[in-house]
């Protein structure tokens, strides 16, 4: 599996391509990894376990929020997870901000 890193530019181009059709988009992305120790009586029995990985697009409809995901980190998946926000966003922004505050450390809403 890739690592985050190798993924962000992709994820910021992902970002810009939602920008004009949205007053707020955001994505985030994440992996795991993990071992699993065994002790027996007789043992101690090391195991990694699956990397597990993926990530989600979320933008402002100005009714609702919309969300894409993905499985796994391949830049080929990031197009096509943009592509179906694209396809159910309004052809322009709407003027309303969506409900309640922005996460702390978050995107500022477009003017």
Do not use: C, K, N
Request: proline share 13%; charged share 30%.
């Amino acid at each position: 599996m890739r690592s985050l890193r190798d993924l962000e530019e992709e994820l910021g181009r992902g970002l810009r391509r939602l920008e004009p059709r949205t007053r707020y988009a955001e994505v985030m992305a994440e992996t795991s990894e993990g071992h699993r120790l065994r002790l027996d009586r007789a043992t101690v029995s090391p195991q990694p376990l699956p990397s597990l990985g993926g990530f989600v697009f979320r933008a402002w409809t100005g009714d609702a929020w919309i969300e894409a995901a993905a499985s796994g980190l391949s830049e080929r998946a990031v197009g096509p997870t943009v592509e179906r926000l694209l396809e159910r966003l309004p052809a322009t922004p709407t003027s309303r901000d969506p409900p309640g505050p922005l996460p702390p450390g978050g995107p500022s809403r477009r003017p």
